[in-house]
């Protein structure tokens, strides 16, 4: 029988202001052939993804993010280059990579360490900070060596983290439930 519990992440977001004109230029870049576009609402860094959990997990987790929050600064991020995952002959994913912060790392580990604190499963796979901004790539030949792709250089100062709800019917489909704001 299917887990019907909801689905959860821990990721920062990233301000309407931002993300709007990176989905449009992207969006607009006649060689980034894709399938499914992420809604701009829905951009964020991920930083922990939880999956299904129950009010009770949810909760436990709520303080001790709030915890965290509290002795965390705002940070800046850089994005650099745009990027793919999968064989770059056909792609499954677009994405804006961040440039290395170790204001983030840090962020990632404490968060880490508070979801393995509160019960959750950590996934092994080693930590690669992005920005998803589409997905399946539909293009007739392989994803270019070079993407003339214009986002400028952008640069978000990290403000908060939040613990999103998904909804995979709706669009946007993350739904911030708490937002930790850092101090």
């Known amino acids: 029988m299917p887990d019907i519990r909801p689905h959860y992440f821990i990721g920062v977001p990233i301000s309407e202001g931002i993300a709007n004109p990176i989905y449009r230029a992207a969006k607009n870049e006649p060689v980034l052939t894709f399938q499914k576009w992420v809604h701009p609402l829905d951009y964020h860094i991920t930083l922990i993804f939880l999956g299904a959990a129950d009010d009770t997990q949810i909760q436990q987790l709520e303080g001790s993010l709030a915890a965290l929050a509290s002795d965390t600064n705002p940070f800046p991020i850089e994005f650099g280059k745009i990027d793919v995952f999968g ?76 613990l999103f709800q998904i909804h995979l019917n709706q669009s946007p489909k993350y739904e911030e439930i708490f937002k930790f704001h850092l101090l």
Do not use: C
């Open 87 to 162: 064989d770059r002959r056909r792609p499954r994913v677009l994405h804006l990579e961040p440039k290395k912060n170790k204001a983030l790392d840090i962020l990632r580990e404490q968060t880490k360490q508070a979801v393995l604190q509160a019960g959750f499963q950590v996934e092994k796979r080693p930590y690669h900070p992005h920005m998803t901004l589409a997905r399946k790539w539909t293009g007739e030949e392989g994803f270019p060596s070079h993407v003339p792709f214009e986002s400028g250089e952008v640069s978000i100062r990290a403000e908060r983290f939040s």
